[in-house]
RNA sequence: GUCCCCGUAGUUCAAUGGACAGAACGACUCCCUUCUAAGGAGUAGAUCGAAGUUCGAUUCUUCGCGGGGACACCA
């Protein structure tokens, strides 16, 4: 819609001015508002076409040309405050728009269909999936969706932290419970560990010889058998994967750490000192130099959610090590291998990583890495989710998953609605998901469980729900057929307030597969679900002898289908009833 | 010490550089012979401070002041 109202605009005003329109904010401004006038005041041809002339005046030009040129009524009426150009779309044209978008699952036909690979938790198989771990999950989940239905190709990623130290050490923890090596203070520990140490036991002591299981085996086992679990979170959660990448697997088994090792070395940007091999940042002239800090990433994407590898490269960012002097790999360099193997091998258009606020630290080295690599490191995108800090009593509450002692996503959501496995499971599913998808992956969340568990039933996503419910209802008692075309006749506010509300959606959608403001779609959610509760109250579909008033009953109609597709995205339930 | 994120209503959070800074919860007033009141109508209530850029700054820049996080041959 917003595009559509562009190029009616751009055709009015003819010439070349970029045309931005957007939605207003209160309804004496219109449905659309437009600061062009604001802009052209400033253009330098245009003063020397038209002379100086103030924002206000200029406006008012735009208007009665957008009036003269408008032969086919696609504004009710424009008009000029304060030099922006207010813009009421006619009820014919909202209506037609609302018709296509019901016919069509894709709204962004003439997309440029990209190829996206979204990696996200990829949580180390060292543990259940703890709360933190859903806001990445929930949102990655919600933004793959979102980016689906822009039109783009996504491959849901999550990769299998197998290899390394921390797999050893895993294996360790098992050992030292089961009293076959010393307790160390670096173990794992937590109830899960003894449970794991229980399934994996007779594996363990049966074991001897050539064949005896030693740290690294035994963790290897322990990861897959977390991974289980984990998977088994996910799915209560509603969170999708298409793809699971094991690091083990398909970049060490086959080499890969090696072959990046050696693409770097071909390229002279290794060095080996105190024996170890390092990667040097800054021997290319320029390559790292500090471009302006103030041009736009190709996606649009505000610097405050995306990491901007360009305001701390060339600040901080120094020789790191590839190959520790015992011979074995740093992470750094299987992150390089795995990039690689996304960028190169298989092609990717743009990588999206979703990572916890612990790693920030570490996007200038990555996103130099793939520079170093020679992939532009405008495919990457890196969101950080801040930490979610959990309260009790008042006082932060420490969260370790190394000493056990957090609070996993399954509690979480069975804090918020209910076992699992009873009848009511979604409901805490759908609160959890709801209230980290309202908030900004930026934002500092505290989490009061308490709190949370009893405002839980005060959770908006129950508002949203609830306002389906209810068109649900009338529906089932209608029983009557309706056509989009019966909304012609509806003409009182909160009717055709509901149907500006609707028409939103598609613009919606398109915007946050440009910027990934998810959380833009849960407020979404709840004006729409404003929108509908406010008509429900003041009209009724239904009259009090039975009879069904059809372009009421269609209104209901096109809201429902349209919630639900916005459920869908969100990954909540649309329930029937409550 | 260096770097990153945050600072908005009593509380938890919003606001592509736009108009009178929005919601939710809490507080206070009203509204159930009506399709589920898990609802609706209304009232009170906020941009950490100081400069700067701009026609216009919650947003961008700089400097303070608070809170959180990261700075390994860990992952």
Do not use: C
Not at 216 to 233: M, N, P, V
């Amino acid at each position: 819609m917003l595009r559509k109202i562009e190029a009616v605009i751009k055709k009015a005003v003819g010439g070349k001015v970029q045309v931005f329109v957007t939605t207003s904010e209160k309804p004496e401004f219109g449905d659309y508002s437009t600061n062009i006038a604001f802009s052209l005041a400033k253009e330098k041809t245009f003063r020397q076409a038209q002379g100086k002339k103030f924002p206000a005046e200029i406006a008012g030009d735009l208007v009665k040309k957008i009036q003269n040129s408008d032969k086919k009524r696609f504004f009710e009426k424009v008009e000029s405050t304060g030099g922006f150009v207010n813009l009421w779309v006619s009820k014919k044209v909202l209506i037609g728009e609302l018709g296509s978008l019901l016919k069509t699952k894709s709204y962004n036909p003439k997309a440029k269909r990209l190829k996206i690979n979204l990696e996200f938790i990829s949580a180390n198989p060292t543990g259940p999936l703890t709360m933190a771990n859903g806001r990445g999950g929930f949102l990655g989940d919600t933004l793959a969706k979102i980016l689906e239905v822009a039109g783009h190709k996504v491959t849901r990623e999550y990769y299998i932290n197998d290899a390394g130290n921390q797999i050893r050490l895993l294996g360790d923890s098992i050992l030292a419970v089961l009293g076959k090596v010393l307790e160390r203070d670096e173990h794992y520990q937590g109830a899960y560990i003894k449970d794991l140490a229980d399934v994996l036991k007779s594996k363990i002591l049966s074991s001897t010889g050539e064949k005896k299981l030693d740290s690294e085996a035994i963790g290897r086992l322990a990861a897959a058998e977390l991974l289980k679990q984990i998977k088994i979170s996910l799915k209560n959660s509603g969170i999708e994967f298409n793809n699971w990448f094991s690091e083990y697997e398909n970049l060490h088994k086959k080499d890969e750490l090696k072959k990046v090792l050696a693409l770097l070395e071909k390229k002279g940007l290794v060095e080996k000192k105190e024996g170890a091999v390092w990667l040097k940042q800054f021997v290319i002239g320029g390559l790292f130099a500090r471009p302006d800090s103030k041009k736009e990433s190709g996606l649009g994407l505000k610097t405050s959610d995306i990491a901007d590898p360009d305001a701390t490269v060339g600040a901080g960012e120094k020789d790191r090590v590839l190959v520790k002097s015992d011979g074995k790999p740093t992470y750094f360099l299987s992150d390089l291998a795995y990039h690689y193997d996304k960028f190169v091998k298989r092609k990717f258009d743009l990588a999206v990583d979703i990572w916890g606020a612990d790693h920030h630290g570490y996007v200038a080295r990555l996103q130099s890495g793939v520079k170093a690599l020679g992939i532009d490191s405008d495919r990457l995108k890196i969101i950080i989710t801040q930490l979610v800090r959990l309260i009790e009593d008042g006082k932060e509450v420490r969260m370790s998953k190394r000493k056990g002692d957090f609070i996993t996503l399954d509690e979480l959501i069975e804090e918020l609605g209910g076992k699992p496995s009873s009848a009511k499971a979604s409901a805490g599913r759908d609160a959890a998901r709801f209230f980290f998808l309202m908030h900004t992956p930026d934002s500092h969340m505290d989490f009061d469980l308490a709190l949370a568990k009893e405002r839980s039933l005060k959770n908006p996503v129950y508002y949203v729900q609830y306002a389906y419910v209810r068109a649900f209802n009338i529906l089932k008692r209608a029983d009557a057929e309706s056509k989009i075309s019966d909304l012609k006749s509806l003409s009182k506010e909160s009717e055709l307030a509901l149907i500006k509300e609707l028409v939103k959606f598609p613009d919606m959608v398109l915007q946050i597969a440009e910027d990934y403001q998810v959380s833009r779609l849960a407020r979404y959610a709840m004006s729409v679900a404003r929108a509908f509760n406010n008509f429900y109250e003041k009209e009724r579909v239904i009259g009090e002898n039975g009879e069904v008033l059809p372009e009421r009953l269609a209104l209901v109609t096109v809201f429902k289908d349209i919630f639900a597709r916005v459920f869908a995205l969100l990954g909540i339930d649309a329930p029937e009833k409550m």
